[in-house]
T-cell receptor
């Protein structure tokens, strides 16, 4: 499992509330990613990080922010959750030396926004 | 940005038959093409990948082929088994992100 954990694994929240998802890795990899998975869309990149305090936007970044204050932790925040953000969120790490290396996924977080 | 299309969306085969899943990509700068298998309720897992300087790669019953000129790549599974049943995703990586296809649900009937 490449030493990746996500918390929480399941969350139900209400529209308008802030939500933070945590990704933790134990192997000191430089690159970390947040994806969302929805039926018919595969996996879509939200944000990624290439080092402590170094982040960039992905394909579907609107409504999301990220932070990486330590190598091992990558946080995804929904400032004001909406029903369209109901999804399964996967964190991933890359074992390569650049962003095009093999990516390994965490177990996922199922988020429901009512 | 990169656009990856994957076909078919569903595929049903008899145990022992071969299965082929095809993907096309739009950005000629893409140079890394992984394939992931995702079982129900589980995380996607890398099963094979290919880089643009290689035309074909095999790993036991799984093979991937890449045609850079036509911008398409394919996953081939031979001698399918019921445990091959899952959703398979292709992806293409260019510049700073990886774009995934929408997935193929493969069912292997015993």
């Amino acid at each position: 499992d490449a030493g990746i954990t996500q918390s929480p694994r399941h969350k139900v929240t209400e529209t308008g509330t802030p939500v933070t998802l945590r990704c933790h890795q134990t192997e000191n990899h430089r690159y970390m990613y947040w994806y969302r998975q929805d039926p018919g869309h595969g996996l879509r990149l939200i944000h990624y990080s290439y080092g402590v305090k170094d982040t960039d936007k992905g394909e579907v970044s609107d409504g999301y922010s990220v932070s990486r204050s330590k190598t091992e932790d990558f946080l995804l925040t929904l400032e004001s959750a909406t029903s369209s953000q109901t999804s399964v969120y996967f964190c991933a790490i890359s074992k390569g030396t650049d962003v095009k290396g093999e990516q390994f996924f965490g177990p996922g977080t199922r988020l429901t926004v009512l | 940005g990169e656009n990856v299309e994957q076909h078919p969306s569903t595929l049903s085969v008899q145990e022992g038959d071969s299965a082929v899943i095809k993907c096309t990509y739009s950005d000629s700068a893409s140079n890394y093409f992984p394939w992931y298998k995702q079982e129900l309720g589980k995380r996607p897992q890398l099963i094979i990948d290919i880089r643009s300087n290689v035309g074909e790669k095999k790993d036991q019953r799984i093979a991937v082929t890449l045609n850079k000129t036509a911008k398409h790549f394919s996953l081939h599974i031979t001698e399918t088994q019921p445990e091959d049943s899952a959703v398979y995703f292709c992806a293409a990586t260019t510049h700073n992100d990886m774009r995934f296809g929408a997935g193929t649900r493969l069912t292997v009937k015993p």
